[in-house]
């Protein structure tokens, strides 16, 4: 009885304390674009990370731009995507000013994601073993993205 107390408490508790920061942190990014669904608001505004091999992004070749889901904002050109064989749509190079990071220690790792300039939503990861000369790699979820084509 004691230990389905405890689970229960501890439940209780982790739901009272983490709920409310969610919440909380969910305010302060603005939702600008009011029709994005659960699963793209869990990513933008809570850090959450969209199922690999999922965004029909990976496969997009057209030449254009990449816009936030949630601001509009422009993000990347065609030109800097490439196949990273991850599972998530990848750049080797974001626009001027689209992007502003930050060190990120969860699951044990040192990573720096990256958010949104604009409107402050979290997009991605940006790491260092990129296959162009910018070295670099975006790692973004699909679902953030709104793709542009150019006409
Ligand atoms: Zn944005």
């Known amino acids: 009885m004691r230990r389905y107390f405890l689970k229960f408490s501890s439940i209780l508790l982790f739901s009272l304390v983490v709920a409310p920061y969610k919440y909380l942190n969910a305010q302060t990014n603005k939702i ?3 029709s994005l669904t659960d699963e793209q608001k869990e990513i933008l505004f809570n850090e959450g990370t969209e199922k690999p091999f999922t965004s029909a992004l990976l496969h997009e070749t057209r030449k254009g731009f990449y816009h936030c889901a949630n601001c509009g904002n422009k993000l990347f050109s065609s030109e800097s995507k ?7 749509p990848s750049f080797s190079e974001a626009l001027p000013g689209a992007f502003k990071t930050k060190v990120d220690f969860s699951f044990g790792m040192m990573r720096t994601e990256y958010h949104c300039a604009k409107c402050g ?6 790491f260092n073993d990129g296959p162009t000369k910018t070295k670099k ?5 699909g679902l953030c ?3 542009k084509p150019s006409t």
Request: a positive charge; hydrophobic letters at 40%.
């Open 145 to 147: 993205l709104i793709f």
């Open 82 to 88: 490439f196949d990273s064989g991850t599972g998530w």
């Open 32 to 34: 600008i674009n009011k």
């Open 137 to 141: 790699r975006f790692c973004n979820n």
């Open 121 to 126: 939503a979290h997009h991605g990861h940006v």
